[in-house]
């Protein structure tokens, strides 16, 4: 059984290109997880997902830490505790994963595109808010 695919919409935008992005290659890389944790795959193909999705997240996360630093966003502390949750989270799955737990569970990795979206819709999206008024 596969995850549904993420699709994209406009509403996600959180009004910066560069983030927006990055949100979609985060997105591709659950789906691609989605479609490879399923079924009988061997860790040749399972692994090196995992890996994109755990050096990705901790790309994304740094890129996005910095640039809120650079804007002075008030907000910033509280996103790298959501930002380390979200990478203890793909760090754990990864781990059980490595030490042969070949199933990834499907719920596992909903709640990751779950919370990823819900992260950029009631997070992420206030420092874009953020970053338009404080340039007008």
């Not at 997240?57 to 966003?73: D, G, T």
């Not at 909903?110 to 819709?121: M, P, T």
Request: glycine share 6%.
């Amino acid at each position: 059984m596969e995850m549904s695919p993420f699709k994209w919409k406009n509403d996600f935008s959180v009004g910066i290109m560069e983030m927006d992005e990055q949100h979609k290659n985060f997105f591709d890389i659950l789906n691609r997880l989605g479609e490879v944790a399923g079924g009988k795959k061997g860790m040749e193909v399972v692994g090196p997902v995992l890996r994109q999705l755990s050096e990705y997240s901790r790309h994304h996360f740094a890129e996005e830490e910095n640039w809120l630093k650079v804007i002075e966003y008030p907000g910033l502390k509280y996103q790298k505790k959501q930002h380390e949750f979200c990478i203890s989270q793909v760090t754990d799955l990864q781990d059980r994963y490595s030490r042969g737990e070949a199933n990834i569970p499907l719920s596992t990795l909903e709640f990751l595109r779950d919370w990823l979206l819900s992260h950029i819709l009631e997070k992420d999206k206030k420092y874009g808010t953020f970053m338009h008024d404080v340039r007008e």
